[in-house]
């Protein structure tokens, strides 16, 4: 229960942070594959070097992805509404999401930077939704500050408690889904 608790507040507290950003700044800090990214990390809360390059990468590669192929095979076109079946842009845009996510995976792969998340990223990206390289260094710039943000809170956490990682009941350490 403890778990369950902890990880809900603490995956709300990253994604807060980033939500004050957004609303500051007027700029797209938050996103659908932000949460994903924020449940893992308030999930399994180490804070670990070769973590913070997986998600930041992993993001980065998804945007950049998203971005070429979206430019190459979609500019202009955005699934805000559901295209008209058999339409040019439906195709247009069905053919850069796909072509984002095999991209997007195989450079993950090739890079030991996968990151589940990333795979939505892309698809944000290809799909015309986010898809100018001012909203992909947002995108970027945001997984960065979230990893950077659960850093400083792990290492302030292994300060104040001398563990990285709050302990719970036996019920609940083995409990994934907590």
């Known amino acids: 229960m403890r778990r369950r608790l902890g990880t809900s507040l603490y995956a709300g507290l990253l994604f807060t942070v980033l939500g004050l950003v957004a609303w500051a700044t007027g700029q797209p800090f938050v996103f659908p594959s932000l949460g994903p990214s ?3 990390l308030a999930f399994d809360r180490r804070s670990e070097r070769e ?3 997986r998600v930041v ?8 992805a998203g971005l070429a192929a979206w430019a190459g095979i979609a500019d202009g076109a955005a699934l805000t509404a559901t295209p008209p079946a058999f339409s040019p842009e439906g195709f247009r845009l069905t053919a850069s999401a796909v072509v984002s996510l095999v991209t997007t995976s195989w450079a993950m792969i090739a890079t030991e930077t996968a990151h589940p998340p990333a795979c939505a990223t892309t698809l944000i990206v290809s799909l ?12 970027v710039a945001s997984v960065t500050v979230l990893v950077a943000f659960h850093g400083a809170v792990v290492l302030l956490f ?10 719970y009941g036996r019920d609940d350490a083995g409990d994934a889904n907590g």
């Open 38 to 40: 924020a449940f893992v």
């Open 57 to 64: 990468g992993s993001h980065l590669i998804g945007g950049l």
């Open 128 to 139: 015309g939704l986010l898809s100018t390289p001012a909203e992909v260094a947002i995108i």
């Open 51 to 53: 973590r913070a390059v």
């Open 158 to 167: 292994e300060r104040l408690a001398g563990d990285a990682h709050p302990l």
